[in-house]
């Protein structure tokens, strides 16, 4: 695997920050069935803020996001003066042990590639989750249409993971099987788990999910 590649992701999202728009759906109605608006909500990678401002108008007041591209958070906190966005980049979640009821994490695992990296993530998230706290995931699934088929086969050797693939714009990015995404959040009990087709952020349709789950306490 090309470390310096990977390691150029933030670098990226740094580049695309004022011109990308995420454009997946928040299942608020599902998201409302299991998470009241005085609960505390944190944003992994929030970008410039979209969902925690989505919550924002629906009486959810509670709500922290971080990323760790400084130019998502200034575009987020330019766009939506009232939300509490800051710079981090996920490893070491600037918070306490068990201080959060809910954690969200939405389209973040896309462009962390590695299995041990999305792991820490996870891991991380565990820690600063409250004793049976919520988890929510979107993210991407493998699809099985000729372009992506290519792609997935084409950069398979390269980092030992089919479904991982590089953008010509210098994003690399993965798509998970289901399988994968359970084996992830093993740790938790799921609550809800729904397939969807969204729209991606260059303008295509991709397989994806909606992972609710909650924090086993061990
Ligand atoms: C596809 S965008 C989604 C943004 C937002 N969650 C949304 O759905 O609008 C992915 C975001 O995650 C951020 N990101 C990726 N990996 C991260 C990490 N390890 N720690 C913090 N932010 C990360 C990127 O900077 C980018 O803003």
Redesign the pocket.
């Known amino acids: 695997m090309n470390s310096k590649k990977v390691s150029h992701?933030?670098e990226y999202?740094d580049e695309v920050a004022e011109e990308k728009e995420?454009p997946?759906p928040f299942p608020l109605a599902e998201f409302k069935k299991h998470i009241p608006p005085e609960m505390n909500i944190l944003?992994?990678?929030?970008?410039?803020g979209?969902?925690l401002n989505e919550l924002h108008k629906n009486d959810f007041k509670n709500l922290k996001g971080?990323?760790?591209?400084e130019k998502?958070i200034n575009r987020g906190l330019r766009l939506h003066p009232h939300l509490n966005l800051i710079k981090?980049?996920?490893d070491d979640l600037p918070f306490s042990d068990n201080s959060f009821d809910v954690v969200l994490l939405?389209?973040?695992l896309?462009?962390?590639i590695q299995n041990e990296k999305q792991e820490e993530?996870i891991s991380e998230i565990s820690r600063v989750l409250k004793d049976n706290g919520i988890l929510y995931i979107s993210d991407f699934l493998l699809n099985d249409d000729e372009r992506n088929l290519k792609r997935y086969e084409k950069f398979e050797d390269e980092y030992g993971i089919y479904g991982i693939f590089e953008l010509p714009e210098g994003v690399i990015l993965r798509h998970h099987t289901k399988k994968h995404i359970l084996k992830l959040t093993e740790d938790y009990k799921k609550l809800y788990l729904e397939n969807t087709v969204f729209n991606t952020?260059n303008g295509h349709k991709s397989n994806g999910f909606y992972y609710i789950g909650k924090k086993i306490v061990k």
């Open positions: 992701q933030q999202w995420f997946t944003d992994v990678g929030c970008g410039y979209r969902t971080v990323d760790f591209s998502m981090n980049n996920g939405i389209g973040v896309t462009s962390n993530l952020m």
